[in-house]
């Protein structure tokens, strides 16, 4: 890990991935107020498991650029654990 913290070229791969989490975050919450609403039950659900998916990945992805930016071994392992634990649950809640 502490050689990808040091990587001398690091800067376009970190600000690359902040882009896209940056990206992901702002869909989530555009297509949570999108003018469109949901009729049911099960559509708001879906709904807000759509959103709250690409806002934690995308959180995630933000925390992850800054945190290897920054040289903070501890915000990126968190980060990269959070974000790994909320695509791999996708399975079991879509079920």
């Known amino acids: ?5 040091m990587w001398p070229d ?3 791969p970190a ?4 882009m896209v989490g940056l990206a992901l ?3 989530g919450l555009r297509a949570a107020w999108r ?7 099960p559509d708001w ?3 807000y498991l759509l959103t709250f998916r690409r806002v934690v990945v995308g959180s995630c992805l933000v925390a992850a650029g800054v945190a290897w ?19 791999s ?7």
Do not use: E, F, H
């Open 89 to 95: 649950n996708r399975a079991t809640t879509l079920v």
């Open 35 to 41: 003018p469109r609403q949901p009729k049911g039950w």
């Open 69 to 87: 930016l920054s040289q903070v071994p501890w915000l990126l392992a968190a980060s990269v654990c959070v974000g790994i634990g909320s695509c």
């Open 25 to 27: 975050v702002v869909a």
């Open 1 to 5: 890990m502490d050689v990808a913290l």
């Open 45 to 47: 659900a879906m709904l």
């Open 15 to 18: 600000i690359t991935m902040l």
């Open 10 to 12: 690091r800067m376009y």
